[in-house]
C-alpha cells in the first residue's frame, strides 16, 4: 500500500503532523511519499492508494477561513480528478481563537468528495502544536488503512 501526504504549513504545525501521519503508516507496513504542495499536482495522486491532505487556515485583513495563496492551485485541480478506488483523509492545525477554525480541512474534504475516492477517517483538526493529539494520528491513519484494505477487497 502506497501514500501521498500533500501539505501546507506557515508555522510547522502542519508539516509536523504530515512527519508524524508518515512516521505512523510506515510503521504499518506504508510506503509513504510527503510532499509540500507547491512541489506536486492533484494527479499525482493517482500512483497512491492513500490520498492525504494537510493545510493550516490563512486570515486574511480581518476574514477568517482563508486557503492558503499556496494551495489555490492544487485546489482548483484536485476537483478535476477522478480518484474512485482511492482513499482520502484531510488534516490541519488552527487556532480555536479564529471563528473559521481549520476551515481549510473542510474546504479539502469537500474538494476530495467531488473526486470520487472514499473517505478514510474522520479529518484531524489540531488547535496548537502537533504532538498534542499523537493518539488522534493512529486512530487516523489505522483507519485509512482499514478503509483502503476494505475497498481493495471490493475491487
Known amino acids: 500500500m502506497k501514500a501521498l501526504i ?8 502542519t508539516q509536523e503532523m504530515a512527519m508524524m501521519l508518515a512516521e505512523i503508516l510506515e510503521y504499518s ?6 510532499s509540500e504542495v507547491q512541489q506536486v499536482s492533484p494527479y499525482d495522486y493517482h500512483a497512491y492508494d492513500l490520498c492525504l491532505m494537510g493545510s493550516y487556515t490563512y486570515e486574511m485583513f480581518g476574514k477568517s477561513g482563508v486557503l492558503p495563496q499556496e494551495t489555490h492551485g ?30 481549510a480541512v473542510d474546504d479539502f474534504s469537500y474538494q476530495f468528495e467531488k473526486t470520487g475516492a472514499t473517505q478514510g477517517a474522520v479529518p484531524i483538526k489540531i488547535n496548537g502544536p502537533a504532538e498534542e ?4 494520528y493512529i486512530l487516523f491513519a489505522n483507519q485509512l488503512i482499514e478503509t483502503a484494505v476494505t475497498l481493495k477487497g471490493r475491487l
Do not use: I, M, P
Request: proline share 0%; charged share 25%.
Open 6 to 13: 500533500v501539505y501546507a504549513s506557515l508555522t510547522g504545525n
Open 29 to 34: 507496513q506504508v510506503e509513504v511519499r510527503v
Open 74 to 103: 492544487f485546489y482548483e485541480e484536485l476537483r478535476k480528478e477522478d480518484l474512485s478506488g482511492h482513499v482520502w483523509g484531510t488534516f490541519g492545525s488552527g487556532d480555536l481563537k479564529y471563528s473559521a477554525f481549520c476551515q
Open 133 to 136: 493529539d499523537y493518539e488522534r
